[in-house]
């Protein structure tokens, strides 16, 4: 935020409408894969302005009970009359630890449980259904496209399976970056999920330890002979999950690891992963392991850089000054809808909503950042309808 701090311009009756949609949104449970119920509070309110919604097949592909809604409100001239944007976040959240009961405190919204809030997206989601309100009542200067994803947190499963050639839009922003307003994500990492399956060979432990081949010796091998954690300022390993074998009394014939491999640069990515799966072969093949092992590898998202001179970075930084923040580019290890967006050709950027400690207990977000993030937004239109009709991309 710029050094004199920014006064929300949203009205009373928008503030409260926001604030009470969050708080319904929040206590409505979505975790990736149960997104329906919210998704049919999300349609039920669109269509009360009159907002015709579709809900895409994506739903089996991306693992859940609904799939992703697409609704368009046309601008003041009419549909088709000038430019589109489309703005962009997803209905799901992680698990959830307890339920959400969403309480005002010194200002912010949190869980009164011990849990996420579910602001990582609800928070976006609200917003943009307090636009599409703005919008329905007072007109908006360009066309808009509302995209609500699913599986989001499922490695951007439903972002992954929806046709963004269905769009109608020139470009377009996501929500989903949970730092400070005025964040652009302009670098995000190209991410590769590795599954290893050790097999060895099951022995009594007190009786015939020498005629066994551990599996879990194999896999803590590998593990241990890994560079993980950050490797660099854009290159982390990880080690997520390990199983395996079967009681302490018996030599583990079975042992699997969970890992990923996160790198800004396909090439980077790749020569990570590359590393990873040699560690993993050469442990196996260890005189004291004698095990084989399955290696699958996955690469679960691409990773983009986006250029200063590209037209979501520039709509973006001019709209967010227009409401008194300083633009910040960003270079993110995680990454967002955009990502999918981006490598289906759509060019998207990822916004930071004001949202803190997403996937944590304590996750928060103040009524004021709500607010913010909808000034941002209706900035995002005006800035938009300035462009010249044939400006490049």
Same mark, same amino acid.
């Given at each position: ?192 999920? #590795? %599954?290893?399956? =050790?097999? !060895?060979?099951?022995?009594? /432990?007190?009786?015939? &330890?020498?005629?066994?081949?551990? @599996?879990? $010796? ?78 699958? #590898? %996955?690469?679960? =998202?691409? !990773?983009?850089?986006?250029? /200063?001179?590209?037209? &979501?970075?520039?709509?973006?930084? @001019?709209? $967010? ?30 916004l930071a909503n004001g949202t803190e400690r997403n996937h944590e207990p304590g996750e928060r977000v103040s009524a004021?950042?709500l607010e913010e993030m909808l000034d941002v937004a209706l900035a995002l239109l005006d800035q938009a309808a300035s ?7």
């Amino acid at each position: 935020m710029s050094a004199h701090a920014h006064a929300s311009t949203v009205g009373e009756l928008e503030r409260r409408y926001l604030g009470g949609t969050f708080a319904e949104l929040c206590r409505i449970e979505s975790p990736s894969g149960s997104e329906r119920a919210c998704a049919e509070r999300v349609i039920a309110e669109l269509r009360a302005l009159g907002v015709a919604v579709h809900e895409d097949g994506s739903g089996p592909r991306a693992g859940s009970d609904c799939g992703n809604l697409l609704a368009r409100l046309s601008g003041r001239d009419g549909p088709g009359a000038r430019r589109s944007l489309l703005l962009c976040a997803h209905l799901d959240t992680v698990p959830l630890q307890a339920p959400v009961e969403p309480v005002l405190v010194d200002g912010c919204w949190e869980n009164a449980n011990d849990g996420i809030l579910g602001a990582d997206n609800k928070a976006a989601v609200a917003v943009l259904l307090a636009l599409a309100r703005h919008v329905h009542r007072q007109g908006a200067p360009v066309d808009l496209e509302l995209l609500f994803t699913v599986g989001e947190e499922r490695s951007l499963a439903g972002a992954r399976a929806f046709d963004a050639s269905a769009l109608r839009s020139d470009f377009g922003y996501v929500f989903d970056h949970a730092t400070p307003i005025g964040g652009i994500v302009t670098d995000s990492p190209t991410h590769f999920r #590795v %599954e290893a399956s =050790f097999r !060895g060979a099951a022995a009594h /432990a007190g009786i015939r &330890p020498e005629q066994g081949r551990s @599996a879990i $010796l194999a896999a803590a091998r590998a593990v241990s002979s890994m560079r993980l954690g950050r490797l660099d300022d854009g290159s982390t390993v990880n080690v997520g999950t390990i199983s395996g074998g079967s009681a302490v009394n018996v030599v583990p014939e079975r042992c699997s690891l969970l890992l990923e491999a996160r790198a800004h640069g396909d090439a980077r990515a790749e020569e990570l992963v590359s590393e990873v799966v040699d560690r993993l072969h050469e442990a196996a093949n260890l005189p004291d392991c004698d095990c084989d092992v399955d290696v699958t #590898v %996955e690469r679960t =998202f691409s !990773g983009y850089h986006l250029g /200063a001179s590209s037209q &979501p970075v520039r709509v973006a930084e @001019a709209a $967010l000054r227009a409401c008194g923040h300083e633009p910040v580019r960003v270079c993110s290890g995680g990454a967002s809808d955009a990502n999918e967006l981006l490598a289906q050709g759509f060019p998207a950027a990822n916004l930071a909503n004001g949202t803190e400690r997403n996937h944590e207990p304590g996750e928060r977000v103040s009524a004021l950042a709500l607010e913010e993030m909808l000034d941002v937004a209706l900035a995002l239109l005006d800035q938009a309808a300035s462009l010249p009709p044939a400006a490049a991309l």
